[in-house]
């Protein structure tokens, strides 16, 4: 499946006439997190609009996978607030919300894609039922209905039907990366955190990836917050960058002007050291 | 000094009873829910059945009727033994009859013959967590527990039928008690499911992983299955050789060098019952 | 459509001792409907670096730089992303190729994103490929492995695809045959008259000459230029 296939419907983001959504999907507002005298991150704020793609850049020790993770719930901040558009409930502090709803959203209206598949795949489940989980943790009970969903999450995702009940450790890299994303997306989240989605793959394989990626993210009009410290990965995927540095954001923008038109002296620093090929 | 006046009465001291009593009574109260307890050592290994001790020793009284099963046998060596220990160590009256028996003792079967009110079912236990083949974690487990997320458990039998065309779970087949909490029935086969919606009061004890639940009478416990793949507890369409049962679970018997076999009931005392009443009946 | 007005550019390079490099200063002009405006000025005057903020791609520091009512120098990135979308395309010099993507769906892509249906955008696609000269057997490849002038017409079919209300050319005529060229002109001529503005680029002066109903020096707004 390619890019122009699963972009059939219409886009989600921006409808015609109503370009602008009435409120953000998430909103951040002074989250930093520390350990003790060290700084995870420190004071960030941003908004993410629904179907807008975020990338969190930065190098190894930046914060942006700290970040992530206080984002996702994963880590609890120590001040700040995380807001998320609750469906019907508008906009509600993850850090007052009780864990069996936190719980119940991260396994529906979220998904985690792990920069090692290992820690986002249940291996020793075959890829359909990795694909299945999600679907019967919400209730799915219908056998033939749910192997129906699983082999049409594979086929979008370029893993051939025969391989349904296969388990991933049989599988490539690059195709349990794959299946991890299939296996996250199959409830229709409306947010998707992304922590190195590429890392730790070979540079084909990569570019399939991203490819996958960016016709999944524009076809389904997913929101997603992607951290990574490729730039190329940015480019394709996030409609806006924030650069991150010691902790703090150094700058935000648009995408293909933070990458081409750097201000910060550290965004100057990363753009300039990427190799050209 | 007899041989019981050397031990407390079933072996267990009275406040290690009361600690597993009050577990259990908790266990009956929350249906399905495994209680932690303070598991003692017992002078047979684990494995052999140190849970399903502990509970029976705590419930038996001096005027019980103990029955002890093993694969649904009176007769093998971990249901003589475990019958002997209590017959020393409490000096209760044993029996093989199920009907008799006030308390029973179990590993792998539920007896044939319905049980009734008043009587206890003590199930051996040497897993009790149903989640644990899919997650690990006993923080997780416990808290999909508490948060009654149970998709994991569909997914073991989603690949069952992925890899067999069908729930090949043939024991320890996990059931949903009162519409909460999921549970390991045991490796008891999943013949014998529908038979725990009974009058009798049925308790788990698992020794090495310190856990008791329980089941209390006329409690309602639903197989887990799919809607296109629905429970059944069906077994071969053989008849026993000896008594020639059809509705009762069997046992394949090698009886000779040369692979000839046999099936006869796994409950050797619903065998004999049905053989004598036989007998009877012909001589009659 | 668009108006430029009073718009300042420079670069700190903060990694090069800090140095500041002035580009452009005031620099204003403006592009009604239907209108072909040409930058000109020589090598380095500005005008990518002018046509790239008129895109958003560059901050301005100074001025109002306002495409259908947005101004891009005030802009938050979402309405920069919507005015891209609907409202504003751009042809660069060179195709900036997405890896696997076939050609055709390279082509169709902005139209998917204004919610085409499949089939027609890729209908249209199909018809500006062939418009250029591109093949039939290479629509299913991807232009990673094509030749430059190959890659600039992908490149115009793409930026012709959706009708925008304003257009940026960059040397849309650069590295092209007579034929092509032709093509070309033709699909700027047909923009202009159901009402584009656009804004080029044209090194090729008999093109700008044909196109082009005006020329602005962009060393006007050099920033030694008084």
């Known amino acids: ?195 190195e989605p590429t890392g730790g793959l070979d540079v084909s394989v990569q570019a399939r990836l991203l490819d996958l990626m960016r016709g999944l993210v524009r076809g389904m009009g997913l929101s997603a917050i992607v951290v990574t410290h490729d730039l190329a990965v940015v480019r394709l995927l996030a409609d806006r960058l924030i650069v991150m540095k010691g902790g703090r954001v150094v700058e935000a923008g648009l995408t293909d002007q933070v990458l081409d038109d750097p201000q910060h002296a550290y965004t100057q620093l990363l753009v300039s050291s990427v190799l050209q090929v | 000094m007899t041989e019981t006046d050397q031990y407390n009465f079933a072996y267990l001291d009275e406040h290690t009873k009361r600690m597993i009593r009050r577990a259990l009574l908790k266990a009956l109260a929350i249906p399905g829910y495994q209680v932690p307890f303070a598991s003692r050592e017992m002078p047979m290994p684990y494995g052999w059945g140190t849970g399903g001790v502990q509970v029976t020793a705590s419930v038996l009284t001096p005027n019980d009727s103990l029955k002890v099963i093993d694969q649904g046998a009176d007769d093998t060596t971990n249901a003589v033994s475990i019958r002997r220990f209590f017959q020393k160590t409490a000096g209760v009256s044993t029996t093989t009859r199920t009907t008799e028996a006030s ?10 013959d319905p049980l009734r009110e008043g009587q206890i079912l003590v199930y051996q236990v040497p897993i009790p967590e149903p989640l644990r083949f899919l997650e690990p974690r006993e923080t997780e487990t416990r808290k ?99 008594c020639g049962s059809e509705e009762s679970y069997l046992d394949e018997v090698i009886v000779d060098d040369a692979g000839g076999r046999m099936f006869v009931c796994s409950d050797t005392d619903h065998c004999e019952g049905r053989r004598s009443q036989a007998c009877t009946e012909a001589e009659g | 459509m668009i108006e430029i007005e009073g718009v300042a550019k420079r670069f700190t390079l903060h990694n090069q001792g800090g140095a500041v490099i002035e580009v452009l200063r005031e620099a204003t002009l403006s592009v009604a409907p239907g209108e072909c405006v040409a930058l000109t000025g020589a090598s380095g005057a500005g005008k990518s670096t002018l046509m790239r903020m008129v895109y958003g791609n560059y901050l301005a520091h100074a001025g109002r730089i306002v495409v259908g009512g947005v101004d891009l120098v005030r802009a938050a990135p979402f309405e920069v992303v919507a005015l891209r979308r609907r409202t504003l395309g751009y042809v660069s010099q060179f195709l900036r190729v997405v890896p696997r993507v076939p050609t055709r769906a390279v082509v169709a892509e902005p139209l998917l994103a204004l919610g085409w249906p499949g089939e027609r955008a890729r209908e249209r696609a199909e018809a500006l490929l062939a418009r250029l000269n591109i093949p039939a057997p290479l629509w299913e490849l991807s232009p990673t492995t094509f030749s430059g002038g190959e890659q600039q017409r992908v490149n115009i079919a793409r930026g012709f695809a959706h009708d925008y209300p304003a257009l940026l050319l960059d040397e849309p005529t650069a590295s092209l045959d007579p034929v092509n060229r032709e093509v070309v002109l033709s699909l700027i001529e047909a923009a202009k008259a159901r009402g584009a503005a656009i804004l080029g680029i044209f090194h090729d002066a008999e093109a700008r000459a044909r196109v082009c109903d005006r020329e602005v020096d962009v060393s006007d707004f050099a920033s030694g230029a008084g």
């Open chain 2, 103 to 112: 308390v029973i003792q179990t590993r792998h079967r539920i007896p044939e």
């Open chain 1, 1 to 195: 499946m390619s890019a122009q296939d699963c972009c059939e419907e219409p886009c989600r983001h921006f409808p015609e006439d109503a370009w602008r959504p009435e409120a953000p999907l998430l909103a951040v507002r002074g989250v930093s997190k520390s350990w003790g005298a060290r700084i995870g991150c420190a004071d960030v704020s941003f908004e993410l609009w629904p179907g807008e793609v975020i990338g969190i850049v930065g190098e190894s020790g930046s914060g942006k996978s700290t970040l992530l993770n206080c984002l996702a719930g994963h880590l609890a901040p120590d001040v700040g607030e995380i807001l998320f558009d609750m469906r019907g409930a508008g906009l509600v502090d993850m850090r007052r919300m009780a864990e069996p709803e936190r719980r119940r959203l991260a396994r529906t209206d979220w998904a985690f894609v792990h920069q090692n598949p290992r820690d986002g795949l249940r291996m020793g489940v075959s890829a359909g039922g990795n694909v299945g989980e999600r679907l019967m943790a919400v209730g799915a009970r219908h056998y033939a209905a749910i192997r129906g969903q699983a082999l049409d999450w594979l086929d979008r995702v370029e893993i051939a039907a025969d391989r349904i009940d296969d388990r991933p450790a049989s599988f490539s890299g690059g195709m349990q990366q794959r299946l991890q994303i299939a296996r996250n997306l199959v409830t229709g989240p409306r947010l998707v955190f992304m922590d």
């Open chain 2, 144 to 242: 999909m527990h508490a948060l009654e997320e149970y998709g994991l458990m569909h997914v073991k039998l989603y690949e069952d039928i992925a890899r067999h065309g069908e729930i090949a779970t043939a024991y320890a087949y996990p059931v949903k008690v009162e519409g909460r909490y999921v549970m390991d029935p045991s490796p008891i086969p999943k013949f014998d499911n529908p038979k725990m919606e009974m009058a009798a009061i049925q308790l788990f004890g698992a020794g090495r992983e310190q856990r008791i639940y329980a089941v209390p009478p006329h409690t309602r416990v639903v197989s887990l299955d799919f809607e296109d793949h629905p429970f059944e507890a069906r077994k071969g369409g053989l008849s026993c050789a000896l």
